[in-house]
């Protein structure tokens, strides 16, 4: 059984926080990468960050870099997403997800397997 289940979501301010976190069980927790994505209206999923089983290792999108910050807590099978100085550019729908490396391919892909539902972040003007 896998299963992820993202908790935090919801409506903020332009400048204001808000963090994310996800439990994630059974075979997805077994996973080397956990990350997350998010889709905006009208996009494509993208990918906003990543960090290593270990916690050693994280990788951000440009557009989030020096903003969100993913943490994990190994004890509670837990990945966090930390989001500071929110835009409306940031309204998205936000996944967890867990795979095989925090990277992408060498044709820009990324590897991620197993995901939760989703939820809303938005961020109003």
């Known amino acids: 059984q896998v299963e992820l289940v993202e908790f935090g979501g919801g409506l903020v301010q332009a400048g204001h926080s808000l963090r994310l976190s996800c439990v994630i069980s059974?075979?997805?927790?077994?996973?080397?990468?956990m990350g997350w994505f998010r889709q905006a209206p009208g996009k494509e999923r993208a990918f906003v960050a990543g960090?290593?089983?270990?916690?050693?290792?994280?990788n951000y999108a440009d557009s989030v870099k020096g903003r969100f910050t993913i943490s994990i807590d190994n004890a509670k099978n837990t990945v966090a997403l930390q989001m500071n100085g929110l835009t409306p550019e940031d309204t998205a729908v936000y996944y967890c997800?867990?795979?095989?490396?925090?990277?992408?391919?060498?044709?820009?892909?990324?590897?991620?397997?197993?995901w939760g539902q989703g939820t809303q972040v938005t961020v109003s003007s």
């Open positions: 059974g075979r997805a927790s077994n996973a080397d990468a």
């Open positions: 997800a867990t795979g095989d490396t925090i990277f992408p391919n060498f044709q820009g892909k990324y590897q991620f397997h197993y």
């Open positions: 960090i290593s089983r270990s916690g050693k290792s994280t």
